[in-house]
């Protein structure tokens, strides 16, 4: 859509019983259905002007104190005909947002961006003026890989770059408030989603990646505890710790590559050293290999002896005849002999 003339809703002229009902009317055209509860013992009372530049929409919002809740419908075909877009909302004063039960707050400058497919609501107990830009779906894949890590995002106006970004849509909607210039809509659309876009990759893609960095170092954790706590059981393997954690064995394999190690190499690992911890507290006797090596979770020996020899250089019988040498007991009672 290229950028159109404004289009503006006011309640002034309208009796007070019409006042929110007309609103609401106006605003699901633009946003999604919506319900208007005013607040404080005034009647309501608002205006919202409307402008389509580019793909996406600006927005202003002036009322008395309200509380606003979205209604169930979908997305307001206004400046965009997709069922699926993100609203940036520019705060200009102290607010309360509840998205799906979150509450946030927001100072003056901060931005949040809210998926207007879903549940919403804010209470505003002064007055409202606030800027809004209506971004469809398909607008942010233009500049960005995952427009859904962008949904109840908020950005600190604290951020230098958020500072920027609201500057530039403050600039934009000061510009085309004095004069609309149709031919620099999508210019003007483009240093938005630019500055969407600058917002994502210094904030949002960052704390992403940090947080699939946290969630693999939980997996790992808990499936250490589990195959530690299960070394005996011959059937312990990637797909049984993969299932018993709920989750899929390439999730598990992402998880342990983070430490340069696969689930099944650590598997093995701790077996062995179960294995050399054994031997090294006790004497060698007659089956004594075979029932450390079972005693682990090996139910073939000869592949027990290969896989210890590999890590510890050594057999292990000669590991467990190496191990009684070195302990006091056996070299004073060797001292004793000589």
């Known amino acids: 859509m290229t950028q159109s003339a404004w289009e503006s809703f006011s309640t002034a002229g309208l009796r007070a019983t019409q006042a929110v009902p007309e609103w609401n009317r106006f605003t699901a055209q633009t ?19 409307r402008i389509a530049i580019g793909p996406l929409g600006l927005i202003r919002v002036q009322s008395t104190p309200a509380r606003a809740i979205a209604l169930q419908g979908g997305v307001g075909r206004w400046a965009s005909c997709e069922n699926d877009s993100l609203l940036l909302v520019l705060s200009e004063g102290e607010r ?36 809004m830009v209506k971004i469809p779906y398909s607008a942010l894949l233009t500049r960005v890989s995952d427009p859904s890590l962008l949904a109840g995002q908020t950005f600190l106006a604290t951020n230098p770059m958020v500072a920027m970004a609201v500057d530039v849509i403050r600039s934009i909607y000061r510009t085309l408030e004095i004069q609309v210039q149709i031919e620099l809509g999508n210019t003007m659309s483009g240093l938005i989603l630019d500055c969407v876009k600058m917002l994502y990759d ?71 050293d179960r294995a050399a911890a054994l031997l090294r507290r ?50 004073i009672s060797q001292a004793a002999d000589a």
């Open 202 to 272: 210094g904030v949002v893609a960052p704390n992403a990646v940090q947080g699939a960095t946290q969630q693999r170092s939980v997996i790992r954790r808990d499936a250490m505890n589990y195959i530690n706590s299960n070394l005996a059981d011959p059937e312990l393997n990637v797909g049984a710790v993969s299932r018993s954690l709920g989750i899929g064995p390439r999730s598990l394999q992402r998880a342990f590559l983070d430490v340069g190690q696969s689930p099944a190499s650590f598997i093995r690992s701790q077996r062995l």
């Open 282 to 331: 006790g004497g060698l006797t007659q089956g004594c290999i075979l029932d450390v090596a079972m005693s682990v979770g090996f139910n073939d020996a000869s592949y027990f002896s290969r896989s210890f020899s590999q890590k510890f250089g050594m057999c292990p019988r000669s590991f467990c005849t190496d191990a009684a040498q070195r302990r006091p007991d056996v070299q």
């Open 31 to 49: 946003l999604g259905p919506v319900e208007i509860q005013p607040l404080g013992s005034a009647p309501f009372a608002g205006t919202i002007s």
């Open 96 to 131: 309360v947002f509840q998205e799906c039960g979150k509450a946030l707050k927001l100072e003056r400058g901060d931005l949040f961006i809210r998926d207007l497919t879903k549940p919403w609501a804010h209470d505003s107990v002064e007055k409202i003026d606030r800027l």
